[in-house]
């Protein structure tokens, strides 16, 4: 079982940055399959980035360029660097883990459609919310 906890969310004004974590628990951290993703009201879970084992990185379209994610391993803690916040990206930021190293399709990995049913593992969620 692993648990995840996000945090770093709140207000911010369009324009700026936020840094998000989600602290992991387990002794395999490194081996995980991890990403971030997001959701508003209404709408479907949206996948943004995932880190395989590798280091090897995937974005959705709508943050490329603009988010970063990493693993930061003496603290186990998956980070999400999001750089040049829109209005449009207000939404709860959720943290996802897979204890496998490798997304299972990776041609979807490769064009950046961070599937969530490749996920085990959910945090609760962190609020994240940008005024124009």
């Known amino acids: 079982q692993v648990q995840l906890v996000e945090s770093g969310g709140g207000s911010v004004q369009a324009g700026a940055s936020l840094r998000l974590a989600c602290q992991a628990s387990g002794d395999s951290f490194s081996w995980y399959y991890m990403g971030w993703f997001r959701q508003t009201p209404g709408h479907e879970r949206e996948g943004l980035a995932a880190i395989d084992r590798d280091g090897t990185t995937s974005y959705a379209e709508s943050v490329r360029g603009r988010f970063a994610i990493s693993k930061d391993f003496p603290k186990k803690t998956l980070i999400l660097q999001m750089n040049d916040l829109k209005p449009e990206d207000t939404a709860i930021y959720y943290c996802?883990?897979?204890?496998?190293?490798?997304?299972?399709?990776?041609?979807?990995?490769?064009?950046?459609?961070?599937?969530?049913?490749?996920?085990?593992?959910w945090g609760r969620g962190t609020q994240v919310t940008v005024s124009s």
């Open positions: 996802a883990a897979h204890t496998k190293s490798y997304a299972s399709d990776l041609a979807s990995f490769a064009l950046g459609r961070i599937r969530d049913d490749e996920f085990q593992y």
